[in-house]
């Protein structure tokens, strides 16, 4: 896939003569994930200035990810509709995803609960 | 999963007011880092000041009473749960001080490396827009939290196969596409890349 990518790109290079920029398969898109992807290469274990190329093939990847995930979503449960429990199906036989969704969805009721309590405390006084 | 947060529920107080500080400031751009926020925070200051180390295991300890008080209470729920919640906790909690012991002896660039693995995350404004734009219908916040953690364990699993990669090829960070790509494929043969374009046909 990155590779069928690659080439596409480099054809179209020599056409347009858009100079030294790797596209892709996804097209002209601006990039959405560039700053943030970069902390997390270095965080992750990579250097501390990864090469713009790595993160940009991370970014389309993670834009897959997301995109074959929701389509798949949408297809189980009710049709159409993204739900957490689809996702939570999904991602059941992987055994990482699958403790890290069900510490973030915890993890945030329980600040939910906290900040209602802390605003009722608030309230009251 | 370990996370030396964890402990902090139990002292409510505290950790609302430091969810109050992160308010203004992240109430207004996305909550993405907010949910890791207070905890980094609390883990910031735990790993500098040992005493509050300390003081955060009593406070586990006196919750694990709490929990007892309220086993005796509500007698007619079965015994087993709640046992078995208890040796959770209890594992949860040696984690939580194993990682609090290993954290504080993390040289600089190790600790700003993990600061940066903790608190990097997602936008969640980004996330949303490209989970909408796909099903053409809003998504409740919940699926992009759920959405948003599991790309970043996703993008985790290719850079650490990657670095595998580039070990195992003898050359050194930084990555390099082509090591993204080997991991890209090793990850394909494991099928831990979710992949619906070509579906094998086994009988024609």
Not at chain 1, 64 to 85: D, L, N, P, W, Y
Not at chain 1, 87 to 98: Q, S
Not at chain 2, 33 to 47: G, H, I, L, Q, Y
Not at chain 2, 177 to 199: C, D, F, G
Request: hydrophobic residues 30%; glycine residues 6%.
């Amino acid at each position: 896939m990155a590779e069928d990518e690659d080439e596409a790109g480099y054809d179209e290079e020599l056409d347009d003569g858009s100079g030294g920029m790797d596209v892709g398969g996804h097209g002209r898109r601006k990039r959405l994930f560039s700053k943030e992807l970069r902390c997390m290469m270095y965080g992750f274990g990579d250097d501390q200035n990864p090469y713009t190329e790595s993160v940009d093939i991370l970014e389309d990847l993670v834009i897959e990810f997301v995109t074959e995930m929701t389509h798949k979503a949408m297809s189980i449960g009710r049709q159409g509709r993204v739900q957490v429990e689809d996702i939570v199906f999904l991602i059941r036989k992987d055994p990482r995803k699958f403790a890290r969704v069900k510490d973030l969805l915890t993890m945030n009721e329980e600040l939910k609960r906290a900040r209602k309590a802390f605003d009722e405390a608030n309230y009251g006084s | 999963m370990a996370d030396p947060a964890r402990i902090k529920p139990e002292v409510k107080p505290e950790r609302t007011s430091s969810a109050n500080e992160e308010h203004p400031k992240s109430d207004g751009a996305d909550d993405g880092p907010a949910t890791s926020k207070p905890a980094d925070v609390n883990k910031e200051s735990s790993s500098q000041d040992p005493a509050k180390q300390e003081e955060k295991s009593d406070m586990a300890a006196g919750e694990d009473e709490e929990e007892g008080t309220s086993d005796q209470a509500s007698k007619r729920l079965k015994l087993e749960p709640e046992k078995k919640k208890e040796r959770r906790q209890k594992v949860d909690e040696d984690e939580i001080q194993k990682m609090q012991v290993l954290v504080s002896s993390f040289s600089e660039e190790q600790l700003n490396r993990y600061e940066m693995y903790r608190r990097s995350a997602f936008p969640k404004a980004a996330i949303k827009r490209l989970i909408q734009s796909i099903t053409g219908s809003s998504v409740s916040q919940n699926v992009v939290i759920a959405m948003s953690g599991i790309s970043k364990v996703f993008a985790g699993e290719i850079v650490e196969e990657a670095l595998d990669v580039c070990e195992k090829w003898g050359e050194t960070p930084p990555l390099q596409p082509k090591h993204m790509r080997e991991a890209v494929r090793r990850l394909k043969s494991r099928a831990q890349i979710p992949n619906t374009k070509y579906k094998q046909i086994l009988f024609q």
